[in-house]
C-alpha cells in the first residue's frame, strides 16, 4: 500500500540527526516526488490500533494508552516524517485494523 502513495516530502528543520537520513536529501535536493516514503504512518496506525484494542478489553488501560498513541502521531508531523493528512490515514487505518 505505502508504494501506491505519491507525494513530496515535508520540509526537514535541519537537526544532524534529520541531515543524515540517507534517502531525504536526495529528494530534496532533486525536488522529484518520491514513491514510498511518505504515505500513511505506520507507526501512528500501529499505536492506534494497540490503543483501540486494549481500550476494547480494559478501558482503563485503554485511555492511559491514548496519550503515547497522541505523541507519536504528533511526533510524526513534528519531525517532518509526515503531513498532518498522512498521519490521519494510519490513524484511521489503524482503528479499522483493531
Do not use: D
Not at 79 to 89: D, E, K, M
Request: with cysteine; glycine share 8%; hydrophobic share 45%.
Amino acid at each position: 500500500m505505502k508504494r501506491s502513495w505519491v507525494q513530496t516530502l515535508p520540509p526537514r528543520r535541519g537537526s544532524q540527526l534529520e541531515q543524515s537520513t540517507t534517502c531525504r536529501p536526495v529528494a530534496e535536493q532533486t525536488g522529484v516526488a518520491v514513491v514510498g516514503l511518505v504515505s500513511p504512518s505506520g507507526h501512528t496506525a500501529a499505536a492506534v490500533a494497540f490503543t483501540a484494542t486494549v481500550a476494547a478489553t480494559w478501558p482503563a488501560a485503554g485511555a492511559a494508552c491514548a496519550l503515547p498513541a497522541a505523541m507519536v502521531a504528533l511526533e510524526r508531523v513534528q519531525s517532518g516524517a509526515h503531513y498532518p493528512t498522512n498521519v490521519a490515514a494510519g490513524s484511521a487505518i489503524g482503528l479499522a485494523s483493531a
